[in-house]
């Protein structure tokens, strides 16, 4: 198993706050699912199956639990295969993003949805990101231009800014680009919660009994301060 992916799986089971807020970023997904078999793209060491075990979890590493090692540029499934692909912080990733749209519009049935959860780039959260995390901002990217693909390309390798810019920026380029893929909810989440968790690292700054009332609390002020600090956001695409 990827180190990377140990010292997560480490955390997860170590963190009872880490588990209480995911398990909160898993029913909010989940509702914007449709009926029917869902798979997982770069699912890690599959946290997402204990919540859900019916899911198919890939991910382009290796790790036990698994259903597959595979990329998600080019997936080893059927057309209108799945009701449902799920990614979690996934996406920042992949080094070809239009190639993964092409694959998920492929291998979802039409009505079949697409979750993605990414981290948000706002002012306050643009600072934390930059200064106290580790993997790369770059607000001056274009995801909508193909790279030639990096034979040196590592899985973590990341451009946090990736989503804010494609459903931001670039959004009026993607919905053309994926006329197939229709994009119906983008939401801003998490305020105080997830950074106070310190994610995956070791540490946290909440503990496990506060994440229900911050997170009810986040509810009540995201559409005041969601535009200037929300962390993350969720965004839900419905194959035509
Ligand atoms: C930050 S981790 C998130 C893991 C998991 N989704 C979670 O929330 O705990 C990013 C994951 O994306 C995977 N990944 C990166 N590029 C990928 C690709 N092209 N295809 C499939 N998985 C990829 C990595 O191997 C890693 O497991």
């Known amino acids: 198993m990827d180190p990377r992916l140990a010292e997560m799986r480490e955390a997860w089971h170590a963190k009872a706050s880490l588990r209480a807020l995911y398990a909160d970023y898993y029913r909010r997904i989940g509702e914007t699912l449709a009926a029917g078999r869902t798979l997982e793209v770069g699912a890690g060491f599959g946290n997402l199956k204990h919540f859900d075990p019916a899911t198919i979890s890939i991910d382009v590493l290796a790790a036990p639990g698994l259903d597959a090692m595979a990329d998600a540029q080019?997936?080893?499934?059927?057309?209108?295969?799945?009701?449902?692909?799920?990614?979690?912080?996934?996406?920042?990733?992949?080094e070809r993003p239009l190639d993964f749209f092409h694959e998920a519009a492929r291998v979802l049935r039409p009505g079949g949805r697409l979750a993605l959860l990414e981290p948000a780039i706002t002012p306050i959260s643009?600072?934390?990101?930059?200064?106290?995390?580790?993997?790369?901002v770059d607000c001056g990217a274009d995801p909508m231009t193909a790279?030639?693909?990096?034979p040196d390309r590592d899985a973590f390798d990341a451009n946090q800014a990736i989503p804010t810019l494609l459903f931001g920026r670039c959004g009026a380029r993607f919905r053309a680009a994926f006329p197939e893929l229709a994009i119906v909810s983008q939401t801003r989440l998490s305020l105080f919660a997830y950074p106070l968790s310190g994610g995956y690292r070791?540490?946290?700054?909440?503990?496990?009994?506060?994440?229900?009332?911050?997170?009810?609390?986040?509810?009540?002020?995201?559409?005041?301060?969601?535009?200037?600090?929300?962390?993350?956001?969720?965004?839900?695409?419905e194959r035509q």
Do not use: K, T
């Open 74 to 94: 080019r997936l080893p499934f059927a057309a209108g295969s799945f009701a449902n692909i799920v990614m979690v912080d996934v996406l920042h990733h992949i």
């Open 126 to 136: 643009w600072a934390f990101y930059h200064f106290l995390h580790p993997e790369p």
């Open 147 to 150: 790279e030639a693909p990096d």
């Open 202 to 237: 070791q540490w946290s700054l909440i503990p496990r009994p506060l994440i229900r009332p911050v997170l009810a609390c986040e509810d009540a002020l995201l559409p005041i301060l969601g535009p200037a600090m929300a962390f993350r956001m969720l965004v839900v695409l």
